[in-house]
């Protein structure tokens, strides 16, 4: 964020807090001039002279673009800069450059085969016209493998209609776990956080901003750092002990999800459209705030284990969607879900409605479009009711 900022501030890029990759239409007729004065660049910009800039509507939309367009070069030749302001220019003039190359043409195979009766499938492509490829074509290998989005499988060579027989080929590989973050890859996740949320309208929601804002998230991993949450080992980010003992503590899991941060997406644009109350925001966060620093105060060190009330040989122990009952080799099928309706419960709620058969407090939810309190009860059939 500090290279690209430098980069603007000394007018070679243009305004670098954006979320949109798209340019306006005004940009189309300043393109040429732009590419002219991009005169390192000269190698890739000869090819595009003479000719009629493409305008795809994949580049200018008017429609994605708010205040400001993608990052672009200015056409201001960069001097005395440092190799890592070098890197990011680069990165942002090759962009910009390529977007005016024609496709690269690939030609997509699927080759089928089999072993007696068992059939096999196999799917790839072969480049036949680089295209815009051409201007990453002196890029190392290593920094190619490090684009976002993965290469399809490269085939080998075969004529349309080709069979006959060919020798199989083994390989014994193993699966690997996923891999720590980065502070790159952690970037990117954050864009896309929401993915994973199960509501279909928040998902939306958060589909467009992820967790925070592009001149946000570095700054909140930063704090993450600051306040030894996380720590680096080389490139890796890794949860420190503080970091794991403070998740350990909150047991609401709505703070730990990226949910919370599309319902709040939700909230805002309501109150931009003027349906919701500033207000009332600003009161259920303190709300929330209070009851969250309630519930970590109150809660004891060692949780107690909580009886099965099916068969009340077993306890209650979390598993990926519910607790289910530790019995449940022997037979006990009784499972209490993390989620119900729009709730999402707590280790304390499944406490009290295990012992006490209700909810520990009370849930604000939209009935006919009032807002009433209720609360989640577990009745005598072991089923969960408003
Ligand atoms: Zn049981």
């Given at each position: 964020m500090n290279l690209i900022q430098n980069l603007y501030e000394q007018k070679?890029?243009?305004?670098?807090?954006?979320?949109?990759?798209y340019l306006s239409e005004d940009i189309y007729p300043k393109v040429p001039g732009i590419l002219e004065k991009l005169q390192f660049y000269k190698r890739f910009t000869d090819k595009l002279k003479g000719k009629k800039i493409r305008k795809s509507k994949k580049v200018f939309d008017d429609k994605k673009v708010t205040d400001h367009h993608a990052i672009i070069p200015t056409g201001v030749t960069p001097s005395g800069i440092s190799a890592q302001h070098q890197k990011v220019y680069d990165m942002i003039t090759k962009r910009f450059i390529s977007v005016f190359y024609p496709d690269c043409k690939v030609s997509n195979s699927t080759v089928l085969g089999f072993v007696k009766e068992v059939k096999f499938k196999a799917t790839g492509k072969q480049i036949l016209e680089m295209g815009w490829r051409e201007v990453y074509a002196d890029t190392s290998p290593k920094e190619q493998a490090k684009e976002p989005q993965k290469e399809e499988q490269v085939m080998p060579v075969f004529v349309k209609g080709e069979k006959g027989p060919h020798t199989p080929d083994f390989q014994e590989k193993h699966t690997k776990p996923p891999s720590y973050y980065s502070e790159a890859t952690l970037l990117r996740a954050m864009e896309s956080a929401?993915?994973?949320?199960?509501d279909d309208e928040l998902r939306d929601i958060m589909?467009?901003?992820?967790?925070?804002r592009p001149s946000t998230r570095a700054n909140i991993i930063e704090t993450l750092f600051k306040r030894n949450y996380i720590a680096r080992q080389k490139k890796r980010i890794i949860a420190t002990q503080t970091g794991q003992h403070l998740i350990s503590l909150i047991e609401n899991d709505i703070l730990k999800s990226a949910e919370l941060t599309g319902q709040w997406e939700k909230k805002i644009r309501d109150i931009e459209r003027g349906e919701y109350a500033v207000e009332k925001f600003k009161a259920e966060l303190f709300d929330m705030v209070n009851e969250l620093v309630h519930q970590v105060k109150h809660q004891k060190a060692e949780p107690k284990k909580i009886g099965c009330p099916?068969?009340?040989?077993g306890h209650m122990i979390r598993g990926r969607s519910a607790w289910g009952c530790s019995e449940w080799e022997s037979g006990c099928k009784f499972t209490l879900p993390f989620k119900f309706k729009e709730i999402t419960f707590s280790d304390k709620d499944m406490k009290s409605l295990i012992e006490?058969?209700?909810?520990?407090y009370r849930f604000k939810r939209m009935v006919k479009k009032k807002e009433e309190l209720s609360k989640v009860t577990l009745n005598k059939k072991l089923k969960l009711e408003w």
């Open positions: 070679l890029t243009t305004y670098p807090r954006v979320d949109t990759t929401g993915k994973q949320v199960d589909k467009e901003n992820g967790i925070g099916k068969c009340s040989k006490e058969g209700e909810s520990h």
